[in-house]
């Protein structure tokens, strides 16, 4: 039952250009959302978050949106750079704490 | 600079084998979680603790694995008997109760 889901394995994009990665969630009692990026034999690292009082976040060139009735978040990278390559990770928590991550969205940006 | 560590960070041992990982979280945070990267699954919850207590194990393999807290300075997670199926990366992170979570670099393990 994965109650966090990114379907997209992977997206490639032109350096420069716009990356959208995207993330649906079945479970209402999510209330914070997180992103996370990992590097190859790296620990994944905190990206930005959100809290669902909101609809929207940003910092910097990443921006991450919220829709709490389509149950459906979104991250936004721009300019997109190389090294932004990553697999990105959306996770929910809920108010026991615990936290969801999903599938995960491999980015490769290109020079 | 604080950080989560793991040990040990690649580990290879044969199928039957006691398998015992180690973490020691942020000082301070006070919610600690297990988690094994597969392709197909992403970031699997295997289990997760606050203030030293299990709050949620459901995501572990019970005939096998267990987590525990001894101390508020180490969680470890150990598998008896290992199995190939187990060969996994196994992620610790700990947070400040509901705050962002922080990981270690991980346990890479490969049951033979």
């Known amino acids: 039952d994965q109650q966090v889901k990114q379907n997209s394995p992977s997206l490639s994009v032109q350096e420069g250009r716009i990356s959208i990665l995207n993330c649906d969630y079945t479970?209402?009692?999510?209330?914070?959302f997180l992103w996370y990026k990992k590097y190859p034999a790296e620990g994944p690292t905190f990206l930005i978050s959100?809290?669902?009082?909101?609809d929207k976040n940003e910092d910097g060139r990443f921006t991450v949106f919220l829709n709490k009735s389509a149950k459906h978040l979104s991250l936004h990278i721009v300019p997109s750079q190389p090294g932004d390559s990553a697999v990105y990770f959306c996770?929910?928590?809920?108010?026991?704490?615990?936290?969801?991550f999903g599938q995960g969205t491999t980015l490769q940006v290109k020079p | 600079d604080a950080r989560v560590t793991q040990t040990p960070r690649d580990k290879v041992t044969e199928m039957g084998q006691e398998v015992t990982m180690r973490c020691q979280p942020i000082?301070?945070?006070?919610?600690v979680f297990w988690y094994r990267q597969t392709m197909m699954q992403g970031l699997e919850l295997l289990a997760y603790?606050?203030?030293?207590?299990?709050?949620?194990d459901s995501g572990m393999p019970k005939d096998r694995f267990s987590a525990e807290m001894p101390d508020a300075t180490l969680a470890t997670l150990k598998i008896q008997p290992s199995e190939p199926r187990d060969s996994a990366v196994y992620f610790c992170?700990?947070?400040?109760?509901?705050?962002?979570?922080?990981f270690g670099q991980g346990t890479r393990l490969t049951v033979v």
């Open positions: 996770a929910a928590n809920s108010n026991t704490g615990k936290l969801i």
């Open positions: 479970n209402s009692m999510f209330d914070y």
């Open positions: 959100i809290s669902s009082i909101k």
């Open positions: 000082l301070g945070h006070n919610t």
């Open positions: 603790f606050r203030n030293r207590a299990p709050l949620d």
């Open positions: 992170a700990s947070a400040p109760n509901r705050g962002r979570a922080f």
